[in-house]
T-cell receptor, first 112, second 115 residues
Framework: GNSVTQMEGPVTLSEEAFLTINCTYT??????LFWYVQYPGEGLQLLLK?????DKGSNKGFEATYRKETTSFHLEKGSVQVSDSAVYFC???????????FGAGTRLAVHP | EAQVTQNPRYLITVTGKKLTVTCSQN?????MSWYRQDPGLGLRQIYY???????DKGDVPEGYKVSRKEKRNFPLILESPSPNQTSLYFC??????????????FGPGTRLTVL
């Protein structure tokens, strides 16, 4: 069945450091891939998405490229800020009813 | 403002006492879902609905019920809650779409503790 694996956290970085959070997936067919972010005490909100191979999603300085050959969708940001501290979820979407399969989530803590 | 609302945001209850968590969206979305979030497991889908009066089980439906009598509302019912249902619950909605590429919009979450 479909599944998503993402790197375990927590990830602790200093402000302005480079961020990578790894995400790999297993799926049949051609899923869409998402990164959602959960700030403390809030619900999930879409950060970026890609709907086909080689697409690059980007938003707020974050980027991720849909790599079908390596079944990956790694999240990157060149210079993190304290305000980026949150839990990041990689997710896979497929099927006609918009079901999302989530990874376990990676907590990011950015220190000044 | 387009949003998904959930009530209550926090709830502490005892084993066996029936409860309902409400979910409402104002975006005229066809699809609605309930997820639970547990540490190390991410979010898992409990139930989903493709439209009024159309609901189906997700990955972890045991111990839960849902109904969809109106397009905007999708309540989650725990008829006899147990401690293993202590979790953070999210409602989500999205417009109809294909191939799973449609963005879902999440509510703020309901933290449930069952003693």
């Amino acid at each position: 069945g479909n599944s998503v694996t993402q790197m375990e956290g927590p990830v602790t970085l200093s402000e302005e450091a480079f961020l990578t959070i790894n995400c790999t997936y297993t799926a049949t067919g051609y899923p869409s891939l998402f990164w959602y972010v959960q700030y403390p005490g809030e619900g999930l909100q879409l950060l970026l998405k890609a709907t086909k191979a080689d697409d690059k999603g980007s938003n707020k300085g974050f980027e991720a490229t849909y790599r079908k050959e390596t079944t990956s969708f790694h999240l990157e940001k060149g210079s993190v800020q304290v305000s980026d501290s949150a839990v990041y979820f990689c997710a896979l979407g497929s099927g006609g009813y918009n079901k999302l399969i989530f990874g376990a989530g990676t907590r990011l803590a950015v220190h000044p | 403002e387009a949003q998904v609302t959930q009530n209550p945001r926090y709830l502490i209850t005892v084993t066996g006492k029936k409860l309902t968590v409400t979910c409402s969206q104002n975006m005229n979305h066809e699809y609605m879902s309930w997820y639970r979030q547990d540490p190390g497991l991410g979010l898992r889908q409990i139930y989903y609905s493709m439209n009024v009066e159309v609901t189906d089980k997700g990955d972890v439906p045991e111990g839960y019920k849902v109904s969809r009598k109106e397009k905007r509302n999708f309540p989650l019912i725990l008829e006899s809650p147990s401690p293993n249902q202590t979790s953070l619950y999210f409602c989500a909605s999205s417009p109809a779409g294909t191939q799973g590429g449609v963005t879902q919009y999440f509510g703020p979450g309901t933290r449930l503790t069952v003693l």
